[in-house]
């Protein structure tokens, strides 16, 4: 059915970063058909938005779901003390919590306008199965688009590692299972709802044997790959007693320097770092709450983006970053953006494009992230009539400026996923509630 969109202000997000502020978007059964304004065309249902804003759906390039069962811990920690405060509450997860704990996040990303999730799961504790199809039940039953990752850790304590020995993995028994869950859940091509990720935790978790042999299986199948590099100080501080380089170089040793590859944070890089991410194509997942939260620094955005480095937005896991919005992170990438560089380092257009086909680009998802013919149908409604856009003529900055928001509507693929500021086809305090019962379980 082809419906028609109109009366709104529509951004875009194309090469051009057009915007029709009267305009209409025409959807055809799941794909974008038409962008424009004045004359409208024929649709078989017109919705009015009523001066509302329209963007693409948000895209998120980095969480941890299974976190949202352990927020407001280790609450003045850096990254590794914080790491090795929850590492042993995680090894607690199995498929019932993962799923109470995916429905939660994915439904606040949902309500945050977001309609295409990164998850980067990487806590597997061996005889717990079912992790991974627990996620994929929670983003079908919600209706937003899932890039999971088959993540992993084979470095425990003992090895010089960060994790406990209880929850790394090995290497055959890892790429095994992510080759199965390829074979079983992964799609190709335009409108992907379901896809996997390769994706290894960390240099400080992980074997380089592991993100070798890793990142050959990705190029194998075809899939991204996806890991944390240059969060803190620390980790910088670890690589070099470790391995003799900068978290960059080692990476850049493994051969993980390439387009198929995005990485999370991404804090602390030198300027001959940030050109080399250019050149070899490398994506970055920014994450600024997170960052702050843990006092890990400020990724240098403007330098990446002035580099021509593909850059995307993440809350990062509920565990670092309490709140799961992405409409949120994007109001937050332009402080702290503004924060390191001034008042013209970043515009609110270059903080929303982040969140929409900067995220895109990053997952390598080229049917998303734009409003534009022959895309998805993923569409992010934004109510203007609310108190905190009185005064503001320019909706597209004072939405960003005085985020975040919950969005008016949602829809996926041209389906409703949210209606009204609230979900269409989940039922929020039933998933909250269901939510209690499973993180009980991981009280301190
Ligand atoms: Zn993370």
Wanted: net charge negative; aromatic share 6%.
């Amino acid at each position: 059915m082809r419906r028609l969109f109109a009366n709104g202000w529509v951004v875009t997000m194309d090469d051009g970063g057009a915007e029709h502020e009267r305009g209409w978007v025409l959807i055809d059964g799941r794909t974008i058909e038409a962008v424009g304004s004045g004359d409208e065309p024929e649709a078989e249902a017109r919705v009015d938005l009523g001066g509302a804003v329209l963007t693409p759906g948000l895209v998120n390039t980095h969480h941890h779901l299974y976190q949202t069962l352990t927020r407001a811990r280790a609450q003045q920690a850096d990254l590794f003390t914080w790491l090795r405060e929850l590492y042993p509450v995680w090894a607690r997860i199995d498929a019932e919590a993962e799923y109470a704990a995916a429905r939660t996040g994915l439904a606040e990303l949902a309500l945050s306008g977001c309609s295409t999730v990164f998850d980067h799961h990487y806590v597997f504790p061996r005889g717990r199965p079912g992790i991974f199809e627990a996620e994929v039940e929670a983003a079908r039953e919600l209706g937003v688009r899932l890039v999971a990752s088959r993540g992993s850790m084979d470095l425990g304590v003992s090895d010089g590692g960060l994790p406990p020995d209880e929850l790394v993995e090995e290497l055959d028994a890892v790429l095994a299972e992510t080759e199965r869950l390829h074979g079983r859940y992964h799609e190709n091509g335009p409108g992907a709802h379901i896809q996997v990720a390769v994706a290894p935790c960390s240099p400080f978790s992980v074997t380089g044997k592991l993100m070798e042999e890793s990142a050959a299986l990705a190029r194998r199948l075809g899939l991204v790959l996806h890991t944390h590099l240059a969060e803190t100080l620390e980790e910088e501080t670890y690589c070099r007693e470790l391995y003799g380089c900068s978290p960059v170089e080692y990476l850049e040793r493994l051969g993980w320097l390439a387009d198929d590859v995005w990485c999370a944070h991404c804090v602390h890089l030198s300027d001959g770092e940030v050109a080399r991410f250019a050149e070899t194509g490398t994506g970055v997942a920014h994450c600024p709450t997170s960052n702050l939260r843990l006092g890990a620094g400020v990724a240098p955005v403007r330098a990446l983006l002035d580099a021509g480095v593909r850059v995307g937005l993440g809350v990062d896991g509920s565990a670092s970053n309490e709140r799961s919005d992405l409409f949120g992170e994007v109001k937050q990438a332009l402080l702290v953006a503004r924060g390191r560089g001034g008042g013209e380092a970043m515009t609110a257009r270059e903080a929303l494009r982040l969140g929409t086909r900067g995220g895109a680009e990053v997952l390598r998802r080229g049917d998303v992230g734009s409003l534009e013919p022959g895309k998805q149908a993923d569409l992010a409604i934004w109510a203007t009539d609310g108190l905190e856009l009185g005064g503001a003529d320019d909706l597209v900055a004072g939405l960003v400026f005085s985020g975040p928001h919950r969005v008016d509507r949602l829809v996926v693929g041209g389906e409703d996923v949210v209606r009204g500021g609230a979900l269409v086809r989940a039922d929020e305090s039933e998933i909250a509630r269901a939510h209690r019962v499973q993180a009980r379980r991981f009280a301190a």
